[in-house]
């Protein structure tokens, strides 16, 4: 689960932003190249790690427990549950900031809730919560177990 919560929000910052730069090099026929594709890349990951990793750390663990108690497992709610949460923080971040001069496009909020659902893929993918309590699989945690 530590590994999922930390490499979480740097693929989700990451994957966002070679989507981000993907679509506006198709777009614009200006587009500098692999170059500028490779260090957008490197950028979404720092950030995602920077301004995702304590949201993840906060707020992943109650999520994901909330979760498996739920009986809520798969793929397509951790994806969802991911967009929701940066979307919520996005939001936060916005009110806080109506006092300066903070320009957002709907490309960075749209690329911004991408990296929420990247990055909740990316711990369903590591974390695997659907093959939790299968015969002849380790349960990972107590918790995992239903009484």
Partial sequence: ???GLFAAPIAGGAGSMFAL???????NLDFPGLRSLTV????????GGVLGLPVALIFGPLIHMLMLD???RRWHSYAA??????????LLVLAASMHTPFYISGAVAASIILAGAIGGLTFWLIRRP????LPGLPVDSPHDKKA
Wanted: proline share 0%.
């Fill in 40 to 47: 957008s890349v490197m950028f979404g990951g720092y950030y």
């Fill in 21 to 27: 730069v993907f679509v506006d090099s198709l777009l």
């Fill in 70 to 72: 739920h009986d809520v």
């Fill in 1 to 3: 689960m530590i590994l």
């Fill in 130 to 133: 659907d093959r939790d309590n």
């Fill in 81 to 90: 549950f991911g967009a929701l949460i940066a979307s919520c923080i996005f």
